[in-house]
């Protein structure tokens, strides 16, 4: 058995199937590109889908990766067990209707017994039930004993709608000391001893949401292995853990915590839940996804403080997991040298993650402590669990802190309860998922050769190739049809980049097709969405094609100005600063970037400045086609998140600006004529955004802003130049009139005291003062409150006042009061609640709303049988 590391392991791999004709295709990213049914890559095949169903075709029938995925399903297993994680890498060969099972089979045996040198009378092979096919390559081919295939009606691989089909899993025996010593135990026992490694499926149908199966028109091999898992029985590791793919994480967490690894099985599991989240953050912040309270987000913020509670388990109190970056850059510097790159953002948003989930923890803990007293001051031990899940959803609290605190007080929680809620959280997130899905529709282009399909900008005329009606191809359509169109040529710039798709017009003989929108299919395919405004259309028709060239120009300013905002931020505000996202459309700009404090006013000024001197400065854009490879060496930045090609477009502004891109530009900066910044803002933990307009939007946005100011100028009854000054008078007059009316309602409220004192009653030998009282708000009748009870000394106060459509209550007590029975915070919710509101507080002190002003007089003579009641 050969010795191998993990990165050794992932190139043998690729590079073995590279010698069997199959094209090695870097990982995708974890975010799936146009596939709403996912939230996360979870599988190698999962960014094959169109390629599985034969709606579209593949670069080369063979491929093979190692595919970045995160699946969080058994996250309360991750460290419990040897094999569970959120983040791994599988390893993959794939077929698109070329070989099927006789090869997938060979090819994975002469891998694992040849290349890897395992001992063949220690692999077990599993199949489906009735996979005889399987079973005969397997046991007359490979020679594999018939008592060492077992049958599996488990062995049927599919993960959501989508392809799917029987498979064959390869286990290894690690021996009986690895097993769990009972007399039955077998392969597909849940212990240790017979390891899954490689599952061949054999993808011969189509799920779809309803769960019909369909047959492939052409039948196709998906395989998984899984690197962690390969890497543990090469380097004779009991688990995933202790290989170099991870250990190096578990060795640091040990240190910062000052434990030992192997020591303690509790604190064994905290330290690989920490290595283990810590490789999914840095993976999943590397592919563009933030923490968020919806969705991937969602995940990753999860992972994230299940890292952070884990290290508080092992006593770690300190922000610890950015440190945990630079230990997986490291990692995955052969396979993933774009995290090296991007580590400082990546260390930037753990962090300010990291602080504000300590600060939510504290909240929480103080929130659960609260429960825990009111249980048991009522005498019970459980926890209602939706309160579970609301300190799990909102504070991030897992269920394991929750248990973990209430057992100290001889607690529980509902986890039913819980487990309710929890799901009814996930049925919310699958419908939205759903009514996401129900919006696109993929359409099949099998029998379309993509190949003869061409962009010309300069072209006039084309030819229909294919036309789609909700989803479904159809030869022809007709007036008021909305449909997308294929031609075998197009001027149209589509979609992409954050650029929106060309608008037009394609006309035929017959018909017209207004454009509204233009789109690229992962393959590169341009289709036309439109409505057909008169006539009909028919697939093989000739037709006149008209782009919309004004309001291409427009988005042509405003791409190329984010170019220059882009840059222009680096210089201003430094190197970190990447872009995240944007859209540009006719209208304005909108540009998303990484940067963690807000933008300064002086910084945004010096920016606008910046790209405006570029713009006056009339420099020709140079655009160039290279290879990625030589993009790089020339300093070229790529879109964060972005896919390219082997082949890249790069726009160059000399001495400025060199991007990767394929949208549309200006022929030179003066095109632009003026770039205006709109607002900033911040979107996100390290996410800022800038909108701003150039051109005509510019022009439009000053008319607007000078008409506004001439406006303002006349309701101030003054000239333009001189509104801040006529401000500053009027502000200066205002500050000086609320003085004298505090002036005055101090002078109201101490004769309003007086009158009150002197109507004071007295019930059950306590001083009752209550009435109506004026107060613009809150905190003014706390003050006049606050005068009674001092002259009081002792009593209870209780006062209302009117305030516009509202009614405000206060209740007060003195201490000699309180120890008598008086709790005003009751007195006051029941004070409310006549005047329809409601609120609370201290025994001692209360206030609270109404929404009834009408009825403030019965809802003070409520607050009088309430204190009678109260007093022992």
């Known amino acids: ?67 970045k995925c995160v699946r969080t399903g058994d996250i309360e297993n991750v460290g419990r067990t040897a094999r569970h994680h959120t983040f791994f890498e599988m390893l993959g060969n794939f077929s698109f209707g070329d070989y099927f099972k006789k090869e997938a089979i060979a090819w994975a045996w002469e891998f694992l017994t040849e290349y890897l040198e395992l001992p063949k009378d220690k ?12 079973f005969d390559i ?50 597909g026992c849940n212990c240790d001893r017979y390891l899954e490694i490689w599952n061949l499926v054999f993808t011969q149908f189509d799920r779809d949401e309803a769960g019909n199966y369909t047959p492939l028109a052409k039948k196709n091999i998906d395989t998984g292995a899984g690197l962690e898992r390969i890497a543990s029985v090469l380097q004779n590791k009991p688990s995933n853990f202790e290989t170099d793919l991870l250990y190096p994480i578990i060795d640091y967490a040990a240190k910062v915590a000052g434990v030992t690894y192997g020591q303690s099985a ?73 995290i090296t790159d991007k580590k400082d953002y990546i260390k930037k948003v753990i962090q300010l993650e990291e602080e504000r989930f300590h600060t939510t923890l504290v909240q929480g803990i103080e929130l659960l402590n609260k429960h825990v007293q009111e249980l048991a001051q009522a005498g019970q031990t459980v926890l209602d669990g939706s309160m579970a899940f609301k300190l799990y959803d909102t504070f991030g609290f897992p269920w394991e802190l929750t248990e973990e605190i209430l057992s100290e007080h001889t607690m529980t929680f509902d986890k039913h309860g819980f487990e309710q809620a929890m799901a009814e959280q996930r049925e919310r997130a699958r419908a939205a998922r759903q009514d996401s899905e129900e919006s696109v529709a993929l359409p099949d282009l099998s029998g379309l050769v993509t190949e003869t399909l061409s962009c010309n900008p300069e072209a006039e005329s084309a030819k229909v190739v294919l036309i789609l009606k909700d989803g479904k191809v159809v030869k022809d359509a007709f007036d008021g049809d ?32 207004e454009v509204n929108t233009t789109r690229k299919l992962p393959d590169g395919t341009i289709y036309h969405i439109g409505h057909i405004s008169e006539g009909a259309l028919k697939t093989g028709e000739d037709v006149q094609l008209s782009v919309d060239i004004s309001r291409r120009r427009h988005i042509a300013r405003n791409h190329t100005a984010t170019h220059l905002l882009q840059a222009a931020l680096k210089q201003v505000l430094g190197g970190h600063v990447n872009q995240a996202g944007s859209s540009v459309d006719s209208n304005r700009l909108r540009f998303d970037f990484t940067h963690f404090a807000p933008v300064t006013a002086e910084q945004l000024a010096e920016v606008e400045q910046m790209v405006n001197e570029v713009i006056l400065g009339n420099t020709t854009l140079a655009i160039i086609e290279t290879t990625q490879a030589v993009a790089k ?109 505090g002036t005055l309602t101090t002078k109201l409220a101490k004769n309003e005291v007086q009158d009150l004192l002197a109507a004071a009653n007295t019930i059950n030998g306590v001083q009752v003062v209550m009435g109506q009282v004026v107060a613009a708000d809150m ?35 003195t201490a000699d009061c309180v120890a008598k029975g008086i709790h005003a915070g009751k007195i006051i919710k029941e004070t409310a ?15 609270a709303g109404g929404k009834q002003p009408e009825k403030l007089s019965e809802a003070l003579k409520m607050a009088e049988q309430i204190i009678k009641s109260q007093i022992k």
């Open 833 to 847: 609640t006549v005047a329809g509101g409601g609120g609370g507080g201290r025994p001692d002190m209360a206030q």
């Open 779 to 813: 905190e003014n009748l706390r003050a006049t409150g606050d005068m009674v009870r001092d002259r009081l000394q002792s009593g209870v106060v209780v006062l209302g006042a009117i305030s516009g459509d509202k009614v405000n209550f206060v209740a007060m007590a």
């Open 138 to 187: 397997w046991h007359n081919d490979i020679k594999v004993p018939a008592d060492r295939i077992i049958r599996m009606e488990e062995n049927f691989w599919e993960i959501g709608p989508g392809p799917c089909g029987p498979c064959s899993e390869i286990h290894i025996d690690l021996g009986e000391e690895r097993g769990c010593g009972k007399p039955d135990c077998a392969v």
């Open 482 to 513: 909305e449909v997308a169109v294929i031609l075998d040529v197009t001027p149209f710039h589509a979609e992409g980049g954050g650029q929106v798709g060309d608008t037009g017009s394609i006309a035929s003989a017959l018909g017209k097709i």
């Open 266 to 338: 509790k604190n064994d599991v905290s330290l690989k839940v920490i290595a283990d989240h810590g490789r999914s953050m840095t993976i999943m912040i590397g592919d563009g996804v933030l923490p968020s309270n919806e969705g991937r987000g969602y995940v990753l913020r999860r992972i994230l403080r299940r890292a952070v509670r884990h290290g508080r388990l092992l006593g770690i109190e300190k922000p610890f997991l950015t440190d945990i970056v630079d230990i997986a850059a490291t990692i995955f510097a052969q396979a993933y040298p774009d």
């Open 123 to 134: 692999l077990w092979i599993t199949i489906y039930t009735n996979d005889d096919e399987a």
């Open 1 to 67: 058995m050969k010795q191998l590391t993990g990165n050794e392991l992932r190139k043998l791999f690729l590079d073995f199937f590279a010698g069997k004709d199959h094209l090695i295709q870097p990982s995708s990213s974890l975010i799936p590109e146009n596939d709403p049914t996912l939230l996360l890559i979870g599988a190698g095949m999962a960014p094959f889908k169109p390629f599985f169903t034969g709606k579209m075709k593949p670069p080369h029938p063979r491929i093979t990766t190692s595919q």
């Open 633 to 741: 060496e020339m300093g070229a930045m790529a879109l964060f998140g972005e896919k390219y090609g082997e082949r890249v477009r790069v726009v160059i502004v000399d001495g400025f600006s060199k991007e990767l891109c394929g949208g549309t530009h200006v022929g030179s900066t003066a095109e632009i004529g003026l770039f205006k910044i709109v607002s900033e803002a911040g979107i996100g933990a390290g996410m800022r955004r800038i909108e701003a307009v150039t051109g005509y939007g510019a022009h439009e946005y000053l008319k607007l802003q000078n008409e506004l100011i001439k406006e303002a100028a006349g309701a101030l009854k003054t000239r333009p130049e001189e509104i801040v000054t006529r401000i500053d008078t009027l502000n200066g007059r205002i500050r000086e009139l609320e003085k004298e009316v």
